[in-house]
């Protein structure tokens, strides 16, 4: 959002859901009829308007909530078995953060590819090998908690301490007692975690990103994430890859990481220009 008011007005439009009852009444009431006094309106997830009353982009960062509904509470599965389908296909225009995602939103939804832009995620500036590094000896995992980051699977593979970064999420899922669970920490305590660990384990069972193994690789941490995933997009060949349904496979993958140059992906800058280069399309 900095990197596009550097170049454009940008308007925000919100409905702080503060609230279960706010959050009912702006999936219910809000988004669908959702309008901004605007040449266009960009809705950053597909919570948006089901029909568009004006140039629409939306942003898909993945479907996993269609793919795997069973990771989700029934209101958010349910809401949005309806909603997306819908929102996607009143867009304008839909920015995929991956090729990944770009292939699902044309095999789940047969969205037609000609209106699918691919716009990676960038990582903050704080991400970079020079700076602080967390003390000890272990394995870092990132992500909220929740069925599909696998972190069961990720803790019975880890010899040593594992620790693990991530607010509470959904699904009933609860850092195993034998792991340090930090919680949601500040970038600047991040970066200093991904700089001292062993190696991150992103072995996630579905993601249409992975911004963790973006800002990992940023400060040179080495990278265990899932095979067949849009994580090679992101790594090439500075991550090892693992089965993350099989334990032995990422314990495997553990003790062949190893450290790497540091890898930056896109800047801000260019998220910034490629996202404008869309609303030039439409307006």
Request: net charge negative; with cysteine; aromatic share 8%.
């Amino acid at each position: 959002m900095r990197a596009l008011r550097d170049h454009l007005d940008v308007v925000e439009v919100s409905y702080p859901a503060t609230s279960r009852a706010r959050t009912l009444a702006a999936d219910v009431f809000w988004y669908p009829r959702l309008r901004a006094d605007a040449d266009v309106l960009h809705c950053p997830t597909f919570r948006g308007p089901f029909r568009a009353a004006q140039p629409l982009v939306v942003t898909v960062h993945d479907l996993a909530v269609l793919r795997h509904p069973e990771w989700f509470n029934r209101w958010t599965r349910t809401y949005s078995r309806i909603a997306v389908p819908r929102v996607v296909a009143a867009a304008h225009r839909v920015i995929a953060v991956s090729e990944f995602t770009k292939r699902e939103l044309v095999s789940l939804l047969g969205t037609d590819v000609a209106k699918i832009r691919v716009v990676p995620n960038a990582v903050e500036d704080v991400f970079t090998p020079d700076g602080p590094r967390a003390e000890g000896d272990y394995v870092l995992a990132v992500g909220t908690l929740e069925p599909r980051k696998n972190l069961a699977r990720i803790a019975q593979a880890v010899d040593g301490e594992l620790r693990v970064v991530g607010a509470r999420g959904w699904g009933g899922v609860e850092p195993p007692r034998d792991v340090t669970w930090l919680g949601a920490v500040s970038d600047e305590e991040l970066a200093a975690l991904y700089r001292g660990a062993r190696c991150l384990v992103y072995a996630s069972l579905y993601e249409g990103f992975g911004i963790p193994v973006a800002e990992a690789l940023a400060c040179g941490c080495p990278v265990v994430t899932s095979r067949d995933s849009p994580m090679a997009e992101l790594a090439g060949d500075a991550a090892v890859y693992v089965d993350p349904e099989d334990v032995t496979s990422i314990r495997e993958g553990i003790e062949r990481a190893a450290r790497s140059e540091p890898q930056r992906g896109v800047t801000w800058a260019e998220v910034a220009a490629r996202t404008r280069a869309v609303y030039e399309e439409l307006a």
